[in-house]
């Protein structure tokens, strides 16, 4: 399905020449994502609006050649790599936050803004859009939709699907759809809107987003909570939970994860920390004030070494450190990683820790896991050489004994990253033959030709 000399010619007549590009160097910058894999596309095209994309999907259709979207290349599994060739269509020129109607609570917005850009939006209006990926600074609302992202607030306030009200998409065919409501409430028919959410890219181009927002919180509230032990960390998450306080984040770093940041935070962690939480909750003043008083109180109780509780906005973003320093400085213990987003049942956050602990024995690699404990899930990250045969055959061997006690567990592959290329050999493992088949079909309604990101998902 390569390109011919006419379709390069008809993309450029629909977008203009300064926006389609067959150089190499373009081509290979938007060949990969967070992954690293790499596969060189045969063209790279930013259209403007929604009636170009319609009609690079109807030349596709005609003349069968790949459409693969992407919006930053953030994604951590694969799922805006072109692995068998065609047109990447990039969506970086559709960034407009087109309204934000304070009355309504609703926005709406263009696939490639960037999510940080929301947020700001909104919050100098009082509004508050809650879902909050780690890559916010980067990523855009279209990748979000693509991946149904969630974030730290996802404990307390829920993931993409749960503030996307409506879409704008352009199918394979060419043809536009329009799903979802503007309204608070909507029942009528199919849900296609949480059906393309979270579909990785596979079904249809979205071109217009409506968000549902909420009132800005009034207070916000961090501490910062450090324990002698991961065992008794986790167990606190599953408590707090109990307490009938619900903070819009729980994040934890285990002891792989203090060290290698210890040294680079403004705060100092007591010596004996082996396993850090951080908290956040939000409110109006006094709720919020009440709340970290009493969770501070019970984690005394239960074993906590110190808890610290920020007085204003710069003492939080101290608090924060931990967790942000993260992600960069994993590379100081090997060259490459395994990024693995699982998640199970709050209850068994303990157990999952004991196993990733028993797997980095056995594999011999290092295992660094954090995440978001208050909602199980845990990114477990495997550090290893690749080029090293010997590591990466543990590496992946790790990766196959960490799905598996998940979902032993109860739990799933993916909370958060989707399946793209990297777990697709692990869904049946999940899913059922039947489950997959229907799964399967609604690929087929959706894009017959399979045009539209092929080799994604489904073994």
């Excluded at 693509?146 to 043809?175: F, H, I, N, Q, W």
Aim: aromatic share 6%; with cysteine; glycine share 8%.
């Amino acid at each position: 399905m390569a390109l011919s000399p006419s379709s390069y010619r008809d993309l450029e007549k629909i977008v203009g020449k300064k926006y389609l590009s067959v150089q190499k160097e373009e081509r290979f910058c938007h060949s990969y994502d967070a992954t690293g894999n790499s596969f060189l596309p045969d063209a790279v095209i930013f259209p403007e609006n929604q009636e170009q994309i319609a009609k690079i999907f109807k030349l596709a259709s005609q003349k069968k050649f790949f459409i693969i979207p992407r919006g930053t290349g953030s994604g951590q599994t694969g799922g805006a790599v072109p692995v068998n060739g065609g047109v990447v269509l990039v969506t970086s020129r559709m960034n407009k936050i087109l309204e934000i109607d304070e009355e309504n609570f609703i926005a709406r917005v263009e696939p490639g803004v960037v999510v940080a850009d929301i947020h700001s939006a909104c919050e100098a209006r009082n509004l508050f859009y809650p879902p909050d990926p780690a890559s916010s600074a980067v990523c855009t609302i279209g990748g979000n939709i693509g991946e149904c992202a969630g974030g730290p607030r996802a404990v307390k306030y829920g993931v993409t699907r749960d503030y996307v009200l409506g879409l704008t998409a352009v199918m394979p065919s060419g043809d536009i759809i329009k799903t979802g409501v503007v309204t608070a409430k909507g029942v009528a028919g199919y849900d296609l809107t949480r059906l393309i959410v979270g579909s990785e890219g596979t079904l249809a181009v979205v071109t217009q987003i409506i968000l549902k927002l909420l009132p800005k919180p009034l207070a916000v509230k961090t501490l910062a909570i450090s324990f002698d032990s991961m065992n008794t960390a986790a167990k606190t998450v599953s408590n707090v939970m109990k307490l009938s306080i619900i903070p819009r984040c729980v994040e934890y770093l285990d002891e792989a994860s203090i060290n290698l940041v210890r040294g680079l935070l403004s705060f100092e962690l007591p010596k004996t920390t082996r396993a850090l939480l951080i908290l956040e909750l939000d409110g109006d003043e006094d709720q919020v004030e009440r709340d970290a008083a009493q969770i501070k109180a019970f984690c005394a109780r239960a074993g906590a070494i110190e808890v610290l509780v920020a007085k204003d906005q710069a003492g939080a973003q101290k608090l924060w450190e931990a967790r942000k320093a993260l992600s960069p400085v994993l590379y100081k213990i090997a060259p490459n990683k395994i990024n693995e987003d699982i998640v199970v049942p709050i209850s068994k956050i303990p157990e999952m820790v004991e196993i990733t602990r028993k797997i980095q024995r056995e594999s011999g690699l290092t295992v660094v896991s954090f995440g978001h404990a208050g909602d199980g899930n845990i990114h477990c990250n495997i550090m290893y050489d690749k080029k090293d045969k010997d590591q990466t055959k543990r590496a992946e061997r790790a990766v196959d004994d960490l799905f598996t006690a998940t979902l032993e567990l109860g739990g799933t592959i993916t909370g958060e990253h989707g399946v793209g290329i990297t777990k697709m050999k692990y869904l049946a493992r999940e899913i059922g033959p039947l489950e997959l088949e229907i799964m399967k079909g609604i690929k087929g309604v959706f894009d017959p030709d399979n045009i539209l990101n092929p080799g994604k998902i489904f073994p």
